[in-house]
């Protein structure tokens, strides 16, 4: 028993390294290779061709320096004021939505761009205690090895904005027939004001509530200082 706990301990040890060396290979790589597709990008065209759908990935790659300041600032107001402060987590704003969802059958979410974009990089669509623990551990690779430049630049690329829609140049010319370079501070807040349900939300015709969340959204833009990247 002795020498078979010692062989599971040795291959216990040899897979964490193995697990540790692959995944920050992979982040280290997507630091300068931009991630062709997510698992969320399959899922949603799986989802479709099941319902009879044509398959639709509408993605197109845009550079930071060639996404409009007001994108980016819009989505710093809307999703994580404190992004460039913060080192991938928000304690307070986790501590505010567990008491929240403790009161509230509809969950509301306390992650930072860091985590939504460990999450959307690199993980499956889901909830579980065993996927968060998986966000956590990419959120601390990418805050490692990744600057706020970088994280908020596959953010932008990769986040779903619509049924088949990724990545605010995606979403730039299906809403406002336009590149991501040429949004106005009012159509990236419209855009922003959608990300935590595109699927039932739109830009161009918001209800009362989405509405009320690009005002939000504007009003806070206003108020955050220089954003330094």
């Not at 986040?159 to 336009?178: L, P, R, S, T, W």
Request: charged share 25%; net charge positive; aromatic share 14%.
């Amino acid at each position: 028993m002795k020498g078979l706990g010692k062989l599971i301990w040795r291959f216990v040890k040899l897979f964490l390294i193995f697990f540790i060396g692959v995944t920050v290979f992979w982040v280290i790589i997507y630091r300068f290779v931009n991630p062709p597709v997510t698992w969320l990008m399959l899922t949603r065209g799986f989802e479709q061709k099941a319902d009879g759908k044509p398959w639709k990935i509408d993605k197109e790659w845009r550079d930071f320096d060639d996404i409009a300041d007001a994108m980016k600032r819009a989505a710093v107001a809307a999703e994580d004021q404190t992004f460039l402060e913060n080192h991938g987590f928000d304690f307070n704003a986790i501590e505010k939505a567990i008491q929240k969802n403790s009161k509230s059958n509809k969950l509301i979410g306390g992650s930072t761009i860091s985590q939504q974009t460990a999450k959307n990089v690199f993980l499956w669509p889901g909830r579980s205690w065993v996927r968060k623990g998986f966000e956590a551990y990419f959120t601390l690779l990418i805050e490692i090895f990744w600057s706020k430049r970088r994280i908020m630049e596959v953010y932008l690329n990769v986040i779903e904005m619509g049924d088949g829609i990724y990545g605010v140049n995606a979403a730039a010319q299906a809403y406002f027939h336009k590149d991501a370079a040429n949004l106005t501070r009012a159509q990236a807040a419209a855009i922003a004001s959608i990300f935590p349900s595109p699927l039932k939300w739109s830009a161009t015709e918001p209800s009362g509530y989405v509405r009320h969340r690009q005002y939000l959204i504007m009003k806070n833009m206003r108020r955050l200082g220089p954003m330094d990247f």
